[in-house]
């Protein structure tokens, strides 16, 4: 037990603080605030010390902290490049699905 | 310590003004960035690009950058002997033994003066959480649904008590989460670079990466098997065996079964997280004809082409 490290999976929990997203993330409190407001994040509660977020906030945190630093976007164009990486994603998971029910392949 | 041409890397006049070198960073990120660009060697490329831009948009990092003298990019160099001295941070002055550190690490930080001043380094003035890392961990099937112990290879430039740099190798093991599954990330806390001046370490985020399997595909927590079945078998329905992670199964194949046809196998795709109920295995018939025929087979597949009145091109008409 001592040798392994707990490494956690990034996926829905509800448990991720604002301060630790911020943390995890590399984005400031103001910014993340202002992704709430656009729509990249959904925490649930209604007062910021209540929010908590979904750990895959976290990658998704990352991802628009190095988009928006990478291709010096505002709050608007990165929230718009995060929405459509996740639909790109979406995509290619169902590529992903016709391509097992292909035969042959 | 190997030299990288930062000016050749962007496409740049080592004399190019600033504006030059934002208008060739942007154009370059924008053919290379991995979240855009799907061709070969992206990533690498635009790591590559952005060191560059990181470097040399910043006067203070391009003037150290430009005083390390210019050389062949992955000519073996040091420093010239007054470098340390000028440029590098109070505490950071070993550079006789710069060995594999990376150009880039030593310039973007490590070994940069904080401030004018260049303040003695102590207790709480030098404080500052670790670096994060990424890496790719690539899995089998198998390690996803046992949870197995992996061991990933890190490598790092790191500022050992002393102020020397140097390049770190370390094995780190870690255990598979249950229910973890392709293109999903994990997170060790406090398993990144270390924190300098009694700040916390950073994190590690591990990337799974699946590795292809002889027999089955994934997707998401389903897994895709292909099951090839002859005509009579499809036509007359059969039972067969197909594998599944954890042994054999008997499957059903009714009949007038098609070709592409997905039988599922409840419960034997990949765990999920938590008590949430196991994916699914999709067994995929497909019907092959035996190439060579006896001549036996050959007149009973004549008998059966008179006996019957099947048409299956009939919405051509």
């Given at each position: 037990?001592?040798?392994?490290?707990?490494?956690?999976?990034?996926?829905?929990?509800?448990?991720?603080?604002?301060?630790?997203?911020?943390?995890?993330?590399?984005?400031?409190?103001?910014?993340?605030?202002?992704?709430?407001?656009?729509?990249?994040?959904?925490?649930?509660?209604?007062?910021?010390?209540?929010?908590?977020?979904?750990?895959?906030?976290?990658?998704?945190?990352?991802?628009?902290?190095?988009?928006?630093?990478?291709?010096?976007?505002?709050?608007?164009?990165?929230?718009?490049?995060?929405?459509?990486?996740?639909?790109?994603?979406?995509?290619?998971?169902?590529?992903?699905?016709?391509?097992?029910?292909?035969?042959?392949? | 310590?190997?030299?990288?041409?930062y000016y050749e890397i962007l496409g740049v006049a080592r004399d190019a003004p600033e504006a030059d070198i934002k208008k060739a960073y942007?154009?370059l990120?924008?053919?290379?960035?991995?979240?855009?660009?799907?061709?070969?060697?992206?990533?690498?490329?635009?790591?590559?690009?952005?060191?560059a831009y990181?470097?040399l948009?910043?006067?203070?990092?391009?003037?150290?950058?430009?005083?390390?003298?210019?050389?062949?990019?992955?000519?073996?160099?040091?420093?010239?002997?007054?470098?340390?001295?000028?440029?590098?941070?109070?505490?950071?002055?070993?550079?006789?033994?710069?060995?594999?550190?990376?150009?880039?690490?030593?310039?973007?930080?490590?070994?940069?003066?904080?401030?004018?001043?260049?303040?003695?380094?102590?207790?709480?003035?030098?404080?500052?959480?670790?670096?994060?890392?990424?890496?790719?961990?690539?899995?089998?099937?198998?390690?996803?649904?046992?949870?197995?112990?992996?061991?990933?290879?890190?490598?790092?430039?790191?500022?050992?008590?002393?102020?020397?740099?140097?390049?770190?190798?370390?094995?780190?093991?870690?255990?598979?989460?249950?229910?973890?599954?392709?293109?999903?990330?994990?997170?060790?806390?406090?398993?990144?670079?270390?924190?300098?001046?009694?700040?916390?370490?950073?994190?590690?985020?591990?990337?799974?990466?699946?590795?292809?399997?002889?027999?089955?595909?994934?997707?998401?927590?389903?897994?895709?098997?292909?099951?090839?079945?002859?005509?009579?078998?499809?036509?007359?329905?059969?039972?067969?065996?197909?594998?599944?992670?954890?042994?054999?199964?008997?499957?059903?194949?009714?009949?007038?079964?098609?070709?592409?046809?997905?039988?599922?196998?409840?419960?034997?795709?990949?765990?999920?997280?938590?008590?949430?109920?196991?994916?699914?295995?999709?067994?995929?018939?497909?019907?092959?004809?035996?190439?060579?025929?006896?001549?036996?087979?050959?007149?009973?597949?004549?008998?059966?082409?008179?006996?019957?009145?099947?048409?299956?091109?009939?919405?051509?008409?």
């Amino acid at each position: 037990m001592s040798a392994e490290r707990i490494a956690s999976l990034l996926g829905e929990q509800l448990d991720i603080e604002l301060d630790e997203l911020a943390g995890a993330t590399g984005l400031s409190v103001e910014e993340i605030v202002e992704l709430v407001e656009y729509g990249v994040f959904e925490p649930v509660g209604g007062a910021r010390v209540e929010w908590r977020f979904s750990s895959r906030c976290i990658t998704l945190g990352r991802r628009a902290s190095r988009l928006r630093s990478d291709f010096e976007l505002d709050a608007p164009g990165t929230a718009l490049v995060v929405a459509l990486l996740e639909r790109i994603e979406e995509l290619e998971a169902e590529v992903n699905r016709l391509r097992c029910e292909l035969l042959g392949d | 310590m190997k030299y990288k041409d930062y000016y050749e890397i962007l496409g740049v006049a080592r004399d190019a003004p600033e504006a030059d070198i934002k208008k060739a960073y942007r154009k370059l990120a924008r053919k290379y960035h991995p979240d855009v660009s799907k061709e070969k060697g992206a990533e690498e490329k635009f790591k590559e690009v952005a060191e560059a831009y990181e470097v040399l948009k910043d006067p203070e990092k391009r003037a150290a950058y430009d005083q390390m003298g210019f050389y062949q990019p992955g000519q073996d160099f040091r420093p010239p002997p007054d470098w340390g001295e000028r440029f590098g941070s109070a505490g950071v002055h070993a550079f006789e033994d710069v060995g594999d550190i990376d150009l880039f690490d030593l310039l973007s930080g490590l070994g940069l003066g904080r401030g004018a001043t260049g303040g003695r380094r102590g207790g709480t003035e030098f404080h500052m959480p670790g670096q994060d890392y990424e890496v790719t961990m690539h899995a089998g099937i198998e390690d996803l649904n046992r949870g197995a112990e992996v061991e990933i290879p890190l490598s790092a430039t790191e500022m050992a008590p002393d102020g020397r740099l140097r390049r770190s190798t370390r094995n780190i093991r870690v255990r598979i989460p249950k229910g973890a599954t392709a293109g999903q990330r994990l997170r060790v806390p406090g398993k990144g670079g270390a924190g300098m001046g009694g700040g916390p370490a950073g994190d590690l985020y591990i990337n799974i990466q699946l590795r292809p399997h002889d027999l089955f595909k994934v997707s998401g927590h389903d897994l895709y098997l292909e099951v090839p079945v002859t005509p009579w078998e499809a036509a007359l329905g059969t039972t067969v065996e197909v594998p599944t992670l954890e042994g054999k199964v008997s499957l059903k194949v009714p009949p007038g079964s098609r070709a592409g046809q997905k039988l599922r196998v409840r419960g034997k795709g990949l765990p999920r997280p938590k008590a949430a109920e196991p994916g699914d295995l999709y067994a995929v018939l497909q019907i092959v004809t035996p190439s060579v025929l006896s001549e036996r087979e050959r007149e009973l597949y004549r008998q059966l082409a008179e006996a019957s009145s099947f048409n299956p091109r009939a919405h051509f008409e």
